[in-house]
């Protein structure tokens, strides 16, 4: 899916969200513009990063646990407005789809509000300085032929109507910041309330009967999703509403889109094919690759971990039957761990550091938690410190029915649980020598 850019709403203009980048610091940072300058609101966003008082550690949890440098594009001096919009920020970021400074996006979301402890998003004033200060915005990109939603509060969408934003981009009122993040087409993990957004139009019968036959019939192919995204008319979800796990069954080669975010509907990728390195997993038709992350020539791992420089996979080999051979490119950034399901399947992942650590660049996708069936790929990343050997095991489970209990027994004890019949297990020892 295409990345998403995140705009905060402020009175005194919109502040961009530049990046998101783990730390190995004691607290977490807004600074301006990748320098060093540090923002006021650096002590108020540690604290919304961190457990209890905050959510972000909490939402997004990362092994071994640290800070964040949040880098804006322009100043934030206070209040509590910017907290909606970096709680999204983060919820892209943690699935790789945060779009930089200048980096091509397809979809600008517009955000301001408070949330809570509960997620829930509150509402904030100056509501018509901050209109204001929007539409040059809104009229670049709305030149630009960009896709921008505004997400606020319920309590704060009359104050952006009443300043005719409904003739530019009508304000999405989200009861709480899941919702918020399901306009960047993101889904809650398994088992997290998902109240919804509010706001006309309903979605009737009718209209959600016709867009089952256009997807069967193909119709995004023939008329386009813009076209068909306004045929169908979104609906509000309901209050209670507790997202079924994501399952991703096999389609034909119609290209993904998102077509009705409010109604939580995925078009599934492409059929998935293992690939020439893959190792399987068992008898079942899942796979696991093993890549080394390594800085292209006349680059370092710093410039990878910053993001001034994209690291280079390299597959690594199978040594023996029980560990991987070490990669003959230096430097190694990180690790990516990547699962291939030819059809639905529960896959868990499990890794255990023998010596050395590691940070969680991209956190693991729910699905590789083995609780609900995938067809397709998800992968994971994690950076390595530079200069730092890292020896570890990793460990792929597979099965027809939930592994999720084997995978959490797995990641509990220094050894791997005893076999038990109906899943189909993949360990493997590596080391990377930096």
């Not at 934030?76 to 970096?86: M, P």
């Not at 910053?306 to 990669?327: D, F, H, K, Q």
Request: glycine fraction near 8%; charged fraction near 20%; proline fraction near 11%.
């Amino acid at each position: 899916m295409s990345k998403v850019r995140v705009v905060i709403a402020t009175s005194e203009g919109p502040v961009e969200v530049d990046r998101i980048t783990p730390e190995e610091a004691a607290q977490s940072m807004v600074c301006l513009r990748r320098t060093a300058q540090a923002l006021p609101i650096s002590a108020a966003y540690d604290a919304f990063v961190r457990r209890p008082s905050g959510v972000i550690d909490r939402e997004f949890p990362r092994a071994p646990p640290g800070a964040y440098r949040l880098d804006l594009s322009a100043p934030v001096t206070n209040g509590e407005s910017w907290q909606l919009g970096v709680f999204v920020a983060h919820a892209l970021a943690a699935e790789g789809r945060l779009a930089a400074s200048g980096e091509t996006c397809g979809t600008v979301i517009i955000a301001t509000g408070r949330v809570d402890n509960d997620l829930q998003a509150q509402p904030v004033d100056r509501i018509a300085e901050k209109a204001h200060a929007l539409r040059p915005l809104l009229e670049d990109l709305q030149s630009r032929g960009t896709a921008v939603r505004l997400v606020v509060p319920p309590g704060n969408r009359a104050g952006f109507e009443a300043a005719g934003f409904t003739d530019r981009v009508a304000p999405i009122a989200v009861a709480n910041a899941w919702a918020a993040c399901a306009e960047a087409g993101l889904a809650p993990p398994a088992g997290k309330r998902f109240p919804g957004r509010s706001g006309p139009p309903r979605m009737t019968a009718m209209a959600a009967g016709l867009l089952a036959v256009a997807l069967a019939g193909g119709a995004i192919a023939l008329i386009g999703p813009e076209r068909l995204r306004d045929m169908v008319a979104r609906a509000p979800e309901p209050a209670s509403l507790t997202p079924a796990p994501p399952t991703q069954p096999p389609v034909s080669s119609t290209p993904s889109v998102p077509v009705a975010a409010a109604a939580d509907i995925a078009v599934p990728p492409p059929p998935a094919r293992m690939p020439d390195s893959a190792m399987p997993i068992g008898s079942l038709p899942a796979s696991l690759v093993v890549s080394e992350l390594v800085a292209p020539a006349g680059t370092s791992c710093p410039q990878v971990h910053m993001g001034s420089a994209t690291a280079i996979a390299m597959p690594v080999e199978r040594a023996t039957a029980e560990s991987l051979a070490p990669g003959r490119q230096k430097p190694v950034c990180g690790l990516r761990f990547t699962v291939t399901a030819e059809k639905p399947l529960h896959v868990g992942l499990t890794l255990r550091v023998t010596s050395g650590r590691y940070v969680e660049a991209v956190r693991k996708p729910a699905l590789l938690e083995g609780s609900a069936p995938f067809t397709g790929t998800q992968s994971w990343e994690i950076s390595l410190p530079s200069g730092q050997a890292l020896a570890y095991s990793i460990a792929a489970m597979a099965g027809e029915a939930p592994v999720s209990d084997f995978v959490r027994r797995a990641a509990a004890g220094p050894d791997l649980p005893p076999a038990v019949r109906g899943i189909e297990l993949l360990s493997l020892r590596h080391e990377v020598v930096p």
